[in-house]
């Protein structure tokens, strides 16, 4: 990735979060009140409390279950796989584009004899993971409220024909073109894919069950957070749909923390559900786990003293 490149999606990015940003305030016609924002933490600082834990013990988790990503023959210091996730969310949350699973690989890799390229495919893996337990999720909300709540059943069958025949194009022009990739960037993508195939099948038990804490967390800091806003009321199945729709939304590759973009996403879910007053809630789901990943993330990307900003673009041009 060049410069120019950089800057590009550092201003798409922020256009992106801009508008949609202004876009959620406008809705909000004056409903978001700093005031009553301090007044639920102090009343629900409990809950608060209780979320940002569950959250540090998740990023815990997630660095035991990456540590069982990788082949059999290495080994990786837990605490470094912990660093590495929080300064990638720091990385996230701090600048326009989201390179915080680059910042994870580079960083692991500067921490180890392995590539930048093996440890990015092992971040794969885990978005893959990620997937599977989101998509495990979607399918019990549908079930619970139905095809029809979200319009899914009006949507013409000739546009799952159009997607189906799109994507056989691509699986065939991929095949087809991957030959004319260069030598380097196929040495790059065996080594993705070598990082991507690395689990250790004698722990898939663990990094299943892993894989469910983790969500089942998530979940439950949901739930936590509207507690501290009681006219809410909102159900456990309720906090499962805002995490799905969340966490679909929190995909799209913006930087900042998903700011903007997050709101307006889980604006339109609240709407679906029939809740009227969410605005300072929604500021406050966004921005409890923002404080707990940026504080943390900051103190461990300083503790590294060498790992700076400027070294991670300078890799970043090199082998992009």
């Known amino acids: 990735m060049n410069q120019k490149k950089l800057f590009i999606h550092s201003i798409i990015s922020l256009f992106i979060a801009f508008l949609c940003l202004s876009i959620f305030i406008n809705n909000a016609d004056g409903d978001i009140n700093i005031n009553s924002i301090l007044n639920h933490i102090r009343n629900g600082w409990l809950y608060f409390f209780g979320a940002s834990i569950l959250l540090i013990i998740s990023v815990y988790i997630r660095s035991l279950r990456w540590k069982y990503l990788f082949q059999s023959n290495t080994s990786y210091n837990t605490m470094d796989l912990f660093s590495g996730?929080?300064?990638?969310?720091?990385?996230?949350?701090?600048?326009?584009?989201?390179?915080?699973?680059?910042?994870?690989?580079?960083?692991?890799?500067?921490?180890?004899?392995?590539?930048?390229?093996?440890?990015?495919?092992?971040?794969?893996?885990?978005?893959?993971?990620?997937?599977?337990?989101?998509?495990?999720?979607?399918?019990?909300?549908?079930?619970?409220?139905?095809?029809?709540?979200?319009?899914?059943?009006?949507?013409?069958?000739?546009?799952?024909?159009?997607?189906?025949?799109?994507?056989?194009?691509?699986?065939?022009?991929?095949?087809?073109?991957?030959?004319?990739?260069?030598?380097?960037?196929?040495?790059?993508?065996?080594?993705?894919?070598?990082?991507?195939?690395?689990?250790?099948?004698?722990?898939?038990?663990?990094?299943?069950?892993?894989?469910?804490?983790?969500?089942?967390?998530?979940?439950?800091?949901?739930?936590?957070?509207?507690?501290?806003?009681?006219?809410?009321?909102?159900?456990?199945i309720d906090c499962l749909f805002i995490l799905v729709a969340s966490s679909f939304i929190q995909m799209i590759p913006t930087g900042f923390g998903a700011i903007g973009v997050f709101h307006l996403g889980v604006e339109s879910v609240l709407i679906q559900l029939g809740i009227t007053e969410y605005h300072n809630f929604l500021i406050m789901l966004w921005l409890y786990s923002y404080i707990i990943y940026t504080i943390l993330g900051s103190y461990y990307f300083i503790k590294e003293g060498k790992f700076t900003l400027r070294n991670l673009y300078t890799d970043l041009i090199k082998t992009h």
């Not at 680059?102 to 971040?123: E, P, R």
């Not at 709540?149 to 159009?162: A, C, G």
């Not at 030598?183 to 070598?194: P, T, V």
Request: a positive charge; aromatic letters at 20%; proline letters at 3%.
């Open 85 to 236: 996730q929080l300064i990638g969310y720091f990385i996230n949350n701090v600048i326009p584009v989201r390179l915080g699973d680059f910042a994870k690989s580079y960083f692991i890799a500067k921490k180890t004899d392995n590539k930048t390229s093996y440890i990015l495919g092992s971040i794969i893996m885990e978005r893959f993971l990620d997937t599977v337990m989101l998509f495990i999720f979607m399918l019990f909300v549908i079930w619970h409220y139905g095809l029809d709540y979200f319009d899914v059943l009006n949507t013409p069958p000739s546009v799952y024909i159009l997607i189906f025949f799109s994507l056989l194009v691509f699986i065939y022009l991929a095949y087809h073109l991957s030959k004319l990739i260069p030598i380097k960037i196929q040495n790059i993508l065996r080594e993705i894919w070598a990082g991507f195939v690395g689990i250790n099948l004698r722990t898939l038990g663990f990094v299943i069950c892993s894989s469910i804490f983790i969500w089942c967390i998530y979940w439950m800091n949901v739930f936590l957070i509207q507690l501290a806003f009681p006219s809410l009321a909102l159900t456990l």
